[in-house]
């Protein structure tokens, strides 16, 4: 029969931890590593990154620290460990959702102000890059913030990740972009000035930032 006792899971974005109640001394018999999702898991890579190993006795911080040492690899969206009874022995199991190798450069549609080539540069990422939903979103940033700076303030952007192969472990992303209408001043109001007329200080404003 056998008796599964959660230990940890932990997310790109968020940790939880439930750990068993168990002995503390109790003996790992085996580490075991089990792919979830469509993302490839190479078990060679897994076992150089953990410290953990069969023999050792079941150390909670190790695990915790295993977990921290494989989502740092950026190569996993989502690490848990778990251990399983069967019979008189604890197996250590980790499962492990690995990204996706973006098979081809991003597809960007909707860009105007900024290139496709530009967009490109700001978002980051190449073909062969490992990605998921979270790097698509993060990378996505430097590209919103670059249209606010050029006062493209409701820029619109959303991504995808399409033609997901589990086998090859690749898919591909596309980048939609809605740049809105860039913002300008239509007008100047001017309070509280005392000593210095209203006119003036509009002229001020209005004045570019190199002859200013």
């Given at each position: 029969m056998k008796r599964m006792y959660p230990l940890?899971?932990?997310?790109?974005?968020?940790?939880?931890?439930?750990?068993?109640?168990g002995p503390a001394a109790q003996v790992i018999g085996e580490v075991r590593i089990k792919r979830i999702g469509p993302g490839r898991v190479d078990e060679s890579f897994v076992?150089?990154?953990i410290a953990t190993k069969a023999g050792q006795n079941l150390d909670r911080s190790r695990i915790t620290a295993d977990i921290k040492s494989l989502l740092a690899t950026r190569r996993f969206s989502d690490v848990k460990a778990e251990v399983e009874t069967e019979g008189?022995?604890?197996?250590?199991?980790?499962?492990?959702?690995?990204?996706?190798?973006?098979?081809?450069?991003?597809?960007?549609?909707?860009a105007?102000?900024?290139?496709?080539q530009k967009v490109l540069e700001l978002l980051k990422?190449?073909?062969?890059?490992?990605?998921?939903e979270n790097t698509l979103a993060a990378n996505a940033q430097a590209v919103i913030k670059a249209y606010h700076e050029d006062d493209y303030v409701d820029v619109d952007i959303k991504w995808s990740m399409k033609g997901?192969?589990?086998a090859a472990g690749t898919a591909t992303a596309a980048l939609d972009v809605n740049e809105?209408?860039?913002?300008?001043i239509r007008s100047v109001a001017v309070t509280g000035n005392k000593h210095i007329p209203s006119a003036v200080l509009k002229d001020a404003v209005r004045q570019s930032a190199w002859w200013n």
């Open positions: 940890l899971a932990v997310f790109a974005l968020a940790a939880s931890v439930a750990f068993a109640q076992l150089a990154h008189d022995k604890a197996v250590l199991v980790y499962s492990l959702q690995g990204k996706l190798m973006l098979s081809a450069p991003v597809k960007v549609a909707g105007k102000h900024f290139s496709e990422l190449e073909a062969g890059d490992q990605i998921d997901a192969d589990e809105g209408n860039r913002a300008t």
